[in-house]
């Protein structure tokens, strides 16, 4: 992923997966060459079919680059309306290569 682009999303709200399949939620603070990345106000979302999404709170949280597999901007509004406990859906696959 290019820091050009990623440098474009910095102090906005992102979500990243990474290759284990875990989804993090945060404010995105820094960027380094390898996409390492430092999210503020960070929390993992774990998601399951019968339940509705668990966070789990890390506040201030750094990603090794090697490990990420996306990296998107939430819409901040539509973040707010959204109600996590009623969002139903399996666990991401950890990637395997």
């Known amino acids: 992923m290019s820091s050009l682009i990623l440098s474009e999303m910095l102090n906005g709200l992102v979500q990243v997966i990474t290759n284990d ?3 993090f939620t945060g404010r995105l603070r820094g960027i380094d060459q390898t996409t390492n990345l430092i999210l503020e106000n ?3 979302r774990m998601f399951s079919a019968d339940e509705g999404v668990e966070e ?3 506040g201030l949280y750094v990603i090794r680059g090697e490990n990420v597999v996306l990296v998107g901007e939430i819409d901040e ?3 707010e309306q959204t109600d996590l406990a009623s969002v139903r859906a399996e666990p991401i ?3 395997v290569h």
């Open 21 to 23: 399949g875990k989804v």
């Open 42 to 44: 960070c929390h993992e």
């Open 56 to 58: 789990i709170r890390h």
């Open 77 to 79: 509004a539509k973040e």
């Open 93 to 95: 696959m950890a990637l």
